[in-house]
């Protein structure tokens, strides 16, 4: 990003003066069929999901191709205990409707704490394939999460969807953002050669061209799958809107693009149009908002937040190069930029937000879960050089898009956990396109204040889920790659395990003793039927807040049908 100082000055001091623009703004867009839905075919050809999980209830999702533009089509549901739809326990009606692009979520409500279930729909003469979802438990000793983020359409396919698929034993898959990307071909990712132009080809700037996105995602085999088989949470990052953005703008948003509330508003309401997310009265999609919390038992409270759009200030510039450790500012915007990285009121969660967080947790401090769980976007975890030539003492963020760039807010989250006497803090990150464990500690680089070898001073873990497909370079070089990485290593001693070079997913496996983080990575993100490795584990013992890498260690053994729409 090369924001100027006087741009980023005024972007922190004035931010914007023009007021929300919710669904309402958009109601004059005209639905434009796509290609796909003028052509004979299967009616779900976009598959079926469910998502936001809760004790009695979840939601179920759709989409419907009509037989016109105009067609209202009317569609049902069945909720059964079993996989051939014989135990019917529900049965729920809704329309798909030109107004939400033809898709339909169903909350269905009246189930049983941590049952699975099974769902079809049917419309226009044909039924959907069967999927299944899972409740949350009230009590429970075990919780294991899928997790995934930023699978990028023409930079690979998306085995580690199909991959993640399988690990049928999961609660939830949690999806930490960057399900789409804007960009059209040939701007983050070629996929000429094996197929996979996105659609439409250019950035998408509009409420059609985002809804158009989402389908050509949705009828992606391999993706269709992981939401077939399991209830995901999922939560946005940039790329869903714009690259790099924050609270009123993006650095992928230029003048000429039209104007930036009316753009996000857009991108929002297709987001909550084409996922399984519970959105009963449009609150979340008109003011930008979806933090929120989901409770398994006494085990593990999982907060998913919004580090992206709800309350984040415009971030800093690049300062400094990783890889040649140049600066790329003058000394004088340099310090500048740190001085206002360092700010103590600086923002990225946002008041709103921060004030909704410790509420909820001094709410729990009668009856904490034993695991607290944040599931968020930009890496928590210090990533920063001590420069030639600097002060001793000061260092610069490789990176100021993530925690790094507003110091001042990690610390205050800190300290709400801190005060809110909570003994376990796992810390879930996408965005990074990379593997990564750490200690979470306010100063890590201060042996006065955190000992790397015990983890005494950590007040937190964080694990980095890889892209599912999306690459850390365009062009990697892997004897870079590998440099960086063993850098990395050498110059954080908080940092437990890293890998710059694979793809994948991770599976988090929680109980009352520890949590265990596994990071599989796939061969070849080019080839549809990939294999996989367990690449690592970390775990956390109850009451550490430290990570240790596991050697040799094995995932447990997988179950259960692995495609197809009748389940075992």
Known sequence: MAFSRRTFLGAVAGGSALALIGPDALAGSHWTPRPEDLLPGPVFRHGVASGDPQLHRVMLWTRVT???????VAVRVVVAKDPRMKQVVRRMTGLATPYSDFTVKLDAFGL???????????ALGEASPVG????????????????????????????AYALLAQQSDLNAIVHLGDYIYEYGNGTYGDGTAINRIPE??????????????????????????????????????????ANDAFKDGAENHQTDEGDWLLRKAAALRAYFEWLPIRDTFGWREREGRIFRRFRFGDLVQLDMLDT???????????????????????PEELFYYLNEINRADRQLLGKLQEAWLQRGLEREMKHPAQWQVLGQQVMMGQLTLAAQGL????????????????????????????????????????????????????????????????????????????????????????????????????????????????NGYMVVDIDSWRTRAEWYHINDVLNPDTAETLAAAVEVADGSNHAVLVEGAVADARRGIRSGTVLA
């Open 66 to 72: 009509p037989r016109s533009a105009e067609q209202k």
């Open 112 to 122: 049983q704490p941590d049952e699975t279930y099974y769902y079809q729909f049917q």
């Open 132 to 159: 299944r979802t899972r409740t949350l438990p009230r009590e429970t000793d075990r919780v294991r999460l899928g997790i995934a983020s930023c699978s990028n359409w023409p930079a690979g396919f998306f085995g």
């Open 200 to 241: 439409p080809n250019m950035e998408t700037v509009t409420l059609n061209d985002y809804r158009t996105r989402y389908a050509q995602y949705r009828r992606d085999y391999q993706l269709q799958e992981a939401h077939r088989l399991h209830p995901w949470i999922l939560v946005w990052d940039d790329h869903e809107v």
């Open 308 to 330: 992206r759009l709800c309350g984040r200030e415009r971030q800093a510039p690049l300062l400094i190069d990783a890889v040649t450790q140049q600066l790329l500012v003058t």
């Open 391 to 502: 002060p001793p003492g000061v260092r610069i963020p490789i990176n100021p898009d993530q925690w790094d760039g507003y110091t001042a807010a990690r610390t205050r989250l800190l300290d709400i956990l801190a005060a809110s006497n909570v003994r376990n803090t796992v810390v879930l990150t996408g965005d990074f396109h990379s593997s990564w464990a750490h200690d979470i500690a306010p100063d890590p680089y201060n042996p006065g204040s955190y000992d790397a070898a015990t983890g005494v001073g950590s007040r937190a873990v964080e694990f980095v889920a890889p892209a599912i497909s999306s690459p850390f370079f365009t062009e990697p070089n892997p004897v870079l790659l590998k440099g960086l990485e063993q850098f990395a290593l050498n110059n954080n001693p908080h940092t437990r395990y890293v890998d710059l070079e694979h």
